[in-house]
């Protein structure tokens, strides 16, 4: 490494782009190490370690990261039912952390100097990475290339890439590109850029690669039970395929599956960038589609009504505004990740669902463990649990403040 | 009036209960005046006009309040957001102010002494009601049969009071009682009660009475465009059948009509009532549905992202709360009744939409007053509007707390 | 017990109302049993209990409560500078969770069926005791007689009570009666009621019976030390009278008498009571006074930026505002407490104080653990750290957003 | 202007730094104008004038903003109870935005195309001014020369400053520097930098400029009464030296040396800037004191409780938030001005005030306008009002939700 400017770990996806970084950093003079994290994007992980090797990296290290993904950053904001905007339900901010973190434990063992990533200078993702990277190894220094001048003025388009990868012998791709580009994970895909920039404008209907289209969705529903435990799902049951799966990956894979096939998950939404500029954005969540609706539903049973609250105002918001912003490596991001799971205690029990055509529509749902819900308590029929006369008390009670008012509202 | 305990305003139904309570407060003593709102709800009401005439009424107001329902409750709680536990849309809770003013309004003017109402002791409407009544007229006496044992005790049963209503020449519908209870207006109709106290016993399929099942609408989608103007909904349009409306009450019933065809606004949960009981609802809100959609995406669009997040943080739960909770007349609610409309200036633009078997699906978005969205400077393939090299800054600055921490989360 | 109506376990304070309340449920038929919880409030606890024998109890329960107090209620609420309406610091509302836990306790353990208090039917008291002893015993039975008509309209005033008691023979306090009520305990005493209803009317120089008056307090000032670990005062050091104490309830008192010879810790206020009634209150809260100052002090020093602010934010007023409404014991009111010891981990540090004359002042901290204040990255004359060009790309990208409303400010 | 880089106005102060960068901005080939914002410091304006003219500026511009900067950033804030970190009161992030629309103001008349400032590199102010100037002028061109290498590198210590200021003929002060900087206006003076920089020093007794040390303040108490309209300072008076002062800027310099003769305004605190670093700050604040304690005094009385609660949770902090981080121009900025008004509707009452040595004590308050207080109604010894037995059933309806969770207390 004393000949080099230093020892590179470079985020790798095996495409065009970050071949391209490849090359270039050795041509800087940089030793370079290829990174591939598989969080369940659909990638050749094969082909593209073979491509990193024939570019020159020295190292390619592929790591297969979607188990940790799902039970540390996907499960987690399901508890939470975080969400950014009120619709976006962060897959691209949810698989940052567990991508840099790995990236950065590899660099420490492998004496890299640097990282280096393929992020534009205008997105959130930068900003994801690197302060993810700095809270976690505060001295690593980051190569950005397309924040770099001599970088993105050299190619300032995506034929000069290419141009720059035949000259260079690294394979480009014969299939053309798309208008709009992607990124994808197994908790959900996004496109943007390209034709979708005019938020006017309807993505094509074959933009859309994992779920059907809901106009294609089959006539007729599918029916599911999921079982959360502390908010946790633990079992999907679906018995007229005979499916009864516990384990977290599989499980997640399934309703994936399930949501795909019935045209669950699709949004389309102008949002706002951590960078303060908007940008319009088309999303699948298929899963965490489901997931949400169901966990939503089981609270609605089981939390008690002001931790609810609290959970809701307190908590919910500012655990999505903290994924999105890149912050999870933060002490307020641990902080709320703490405070999810002090809320879900509680949060047992199964919701049954019938999947249709992009609804996912609760069909009913109960608790063997808890019991907040009392059903002759509840009932209008009944006279028992407490005496009518209280709610008058307690009206009273609460009027006594208003009728201060009495005169300024009519 | 001298010689009765008082003039009693009746809020009127038309049905058997406040039939029941409407002669039993004549027994009682009390000069009786019926009050109808007209919400919306399905009702023939000049036959309850005559009903509570012949039960032995003095006088009877019908009163039509759709369009300021529309205009003054309805309309804010889509520029707000508001909801309810994450899935309530309210329905009920934004009638209640509305009824209950134009009682005392009537109370006044007709000097009532007391206004009475036929809701249980264990619900919400009761508090609401009251809440409203007291905040309004300080000093109205309040008469909730329901909540006095004289009253509960003799009618222990739906028979009792059919025997009273018989007894006592009421007439009685034919029509066999379901299995549950419901309440609906223009905005939206609820289910609860009955065979809905399990949650886990999902609701039959003839119950519901607005929206017709996702799977059996139109297997074609329609296409409308909604038009917003400082967050409230001014224009409808759907070439398909040469719609084009701005008159409040005729967008929304359009509305209503076009999500209830479609299959949408249905939602089955478990909601935390004031009083502090669980309690499973079914609810239907079609044109509110649409409306939340469609305003949640202009937001997108068009409103700065400070705004959006601290409406969404600091007022879109509070004023769904206080609606629940029956507070709409209080300091606090009008409070954010004003501040909603401080953050909806800029909400204007137009919403394209298709509606679908269940789904509200935004097809795309546009303003021609409101320039936030920049394509240009969004876009990831132009360098315009600023250097890449700011992007490090912001991002170096912002890592100089996080390094602090680097050590404890690796 | 047999042929008594039950067995009540009074909070008796050895004064008139509680001696003639227990005397009074004597005669309606009940066993009494006496419990006296010492928090640190200025009594003679024999005297009291041989006054509770006397009048009739078959048991005098004498707690001392004074430790649990200070570690479980006052220290917790120090970590979160919990207050109520700005000002307050909540010494009444912290002494109830304390006081009915041990009640209940006992009343299950001496198998009582009831729990008695002789708090008014207006405060907050009557409230906190309650709502305690219904989330710890649901099923327990309470009586409240200043809520019983039959109590409160035999004893309308003062004098109806003395004159029962002395009839009773109930010993009767020689000490004429002050012009207002009080409540003390270790952490603080509370004046209210009487002369004081009028918010105009300052306190007399003799009702305030904690601290010296500012005015009359030493001319030199003290210094003291606080050492906190984990938020939590852990070490009061003063080394002009060799003061070097770690004990938690030794330290408090310390502090308690430090504060009260130099006029520390007085507020004079109107509230707002949970039951909607504004209140004006007089409070002393010396060593809790000591405290905010001193914790809120090292929490600069030592408390990461958005931790901080996110314990502002979402729990000091939240957590006040549950002790206010007398609602520790309660799903929220258990998370928020959770919650503040989450964010107490870095909170580890000493302050130098000086006291004088009502004034708490900082001189200076410091911590030997935690290292988020850097001398050198603060220091306005070093440029090391960070490339002053890192603070503009901040600026650059923050002002993104603010440009786009350019025009409507100026 | 043809023959230069362009026409710079420059925000200059007089000092040594201010004059040097006046001086390297007219070698750079700038033509430069001053710009001397009064907002109240200790400065001689028409020196100050004559030495910007000397150095080479080609128009001065004083501009008395103490007026403005009371009613438009002092009095709002006071309404808002604005504090920073619990304890800061922003006399610094007040003055910024004054100082920054003025500047840009007369830019944009003066056709000049950059606006220039003094601050460094590493702090707040730098970010305050430049948000505002880009919210107020998108296009208009910045220079920071403190964030400039060929600036910073010539100048990297007080004495190189000196050497060129006596090179190019600039006026250098004899008075020797103190070990710590200082800014000041109208409302405040901050201290920070040099000695400060280590958090355990204690200021020297000689470093506070504005306030007497308590020590030394008068034996003897002085009386105020401040009347508030609307949450504003309307109304001063104090009988002892005949004050009766409605005039916004003279009740406000009557109040700040009031305050500065008995010693009431110091804090000496650790921070953390915007910048994300955390520094240590000493400051006075002397008639912000006063109507701090007053204002939230004043609120206790008059404001509904829940009005109150929501200015507290959603509006106090948030808007020292945007304040501080220079936020005041944003749309976020203005709607929590906008809410601040909409919340003080009711604020109208007099604060009767107790100052001595360090101390603001309340005596007292009373409004003859609001009357949410009503002293019947708070009486401990009167029935009137409502029914005890209303409270009973507040309590049972709360302890509905609390009795659930029984068993996981005790």
């Known amino acids: 490494m004393s000949d080099t400017k230093g020892r590179v770990l470079l985020a790798y996806s095996g495409g065009l782009d970050t071949s391209c970084i490849l090359k270039w950093l050795l041509e800087q003079g940089y030793e370079v190490m290829a990174y ?4 369940g994007q659909e990638e050749d992980f094969d082909a593209a370690r073979e491509k990193a090797l024939k570019v020159g990296a020295t190292k390619v290290f592929v790591e297969d990261l979607r188990e940790e993904f799902v039970k540390e950053l996907v499960f987690p904001s399901v508890q939470a039912n975080a969400i950014y905007e009120n619709v976006y339900l962060l897959g691209t901010s949810l698989a940052r952390p567990i991508i840099a973190r790995k990236q950065i434990e590899i660099a420490k063992r492998e004496n890299c100097t640097h990282v280096a990533h393929g992020c534009t200078g205008k997105g959130n993702d930068q900003v994801r990475f690197e302060l993810a990277y700095l809270a976690l190894a505060p001295s690593i220094k980051i190569i950005a290339p397309w924040r770099l001048s001599e970088f993105y003025t050299r190619f300032p388009g995506r034929q000069d890439l290419i141009k720059y990868a035949v000259e260079k012998g690294i394979p480009v791709s014969q299939t053309p590109s798309k208008p709009w580009s992607c990124d994808d994970n197994l908790y959900h895909i996004s496109y943007e850029a390209g034709m979708l920039e005019d938020p006017n404008v309807s993505p094509q209907k074959d933009m859309w690669r994992l779920t059907v289209d809901p106009e294609d969705a089959p006539d007729r529903p599918e029916f599911i039970d999921i079982t959360f435990t502390k908010g946790i799902p633990t079992r999907v049951q679906n018995t007229a395929d005979n499916t009864d799966i516990s384990q977290p990956l599989d499980l997640f894979i399934y309703l994936n599956s399930a949501a795909c096939r019935n045209g669950i998950g699709r949004i389309d939404i102008v949002e706002n960038r951590f960078i303060g500029i908007k940008s319009r954005g088309c999303y699948e969540t298929p899963a965490g589609t489901i997931l949400r609706v169901s966990h939503l539903d089981i609270e609605g049973l089981v939390l008690d009504r002001e931790v609810r609250a609290y959970r809701d105002e307190h908590v919910s918001l500012q655990y999505g505004k903290v994924l999105y912003n890149g912050l999870y490596f933060s002490p307020e991001g641990q902080l709320l990740k703490n405070i999810i799971s002090l809320t879900q205690e509680h949060v047992n029990g199964v919701v049954r669902l019938k999947l ?25 029929d009944v006279q028992g649990g407490f005496e009518p006369k209280d709610s008058e008390g307690f009206i009273k009670i609460q009027s006594i403040r208003l009728k201060k008012h009495g005169n300024s509202f009519i």
């Not at 591939?36 to 969080?39: F, G, Q, R």
């Not at 249709?356 to 009932?379: C, P, Q």
């Open 36 to 39: 591939i994290a598989n969080l």
């Open 356 to 380: 249709y055509k992009g609804n996912v529509i609760v069909l009913g749902r109960y608790s063997t463990t808890e019991n907040l819900y009392d059903m002759e308590e509840s009932s209008m």
